[in-house]
């Protein structure tokens, strides 16, 4: 019984060890890229489903590279009009679940994996910018955690962009009205977040802060 636990811990350390090294490896050239998270149940006559589409191929025509969590719904959407921008990368980070996660079509480059942490280790390691359309908890998951650790210094300042403001403005008259006067965030905390519907809104700001980076490995280099 415990060579068969110990077989058990052998075999999901090497799965683990071997998701991110084909991530690294697969992901290393892949430059400047924005993650677009949103929900797997959003259906193609959904009205956010063509902004995200949309918001996608404008980011690729900017020279973005695209990564999603490579399922249906919003995934589906950011990967199909990254997918149909020239001299871009559509990128889908896929995940093993009981339900609702098939691959969608539209990717240039898939990975898959077992594990959420490695995934999202993908996420923070290659995007320059996060965008979340309407989504669920795994949506707020990857919201919250991306707060987290830009509040808590575990990576730099990156643009976090809101898009559908009748979607997320509860979440943040909430955030202003509960969290900030209990004393749970400052008031600096929520200037990470961008709340727009604007398309060119959002590709205007990842555009300045990759001009940003650019300045600040010039200045390195220099």
Known sequence: MIDDLKGDESWRMFRIISEFTEGFDTLADLGFAISIFGSARTTPDNPYYQTAVELA???GNNGFSIITGGGPGMMEAANKGAFSAPNTKSVGLNIEL???QAANHFQDISLSYRYF???KVMFVKYSMGYV???GGFGTLDELM???T???TGKIYPLPLVLVGVDYWQGLIDWMKSSLLPFGAISAEDLDYITLTDEIDETVDIMCRHRQWKLEQIDTLEG
Do not use: D, K
């Open 57 to 59: 191929h404008a980011l």
């Open 98 to 100: 009981p339900h609702e």
């Open 117 to 119: 942490f490695a995934r």
């Open 132 to 134: 979340c359309m309407p």
């Open 145 to 147: 955690e991306a707060l």
């Open 149 to 151: 650790l830009m509040q």
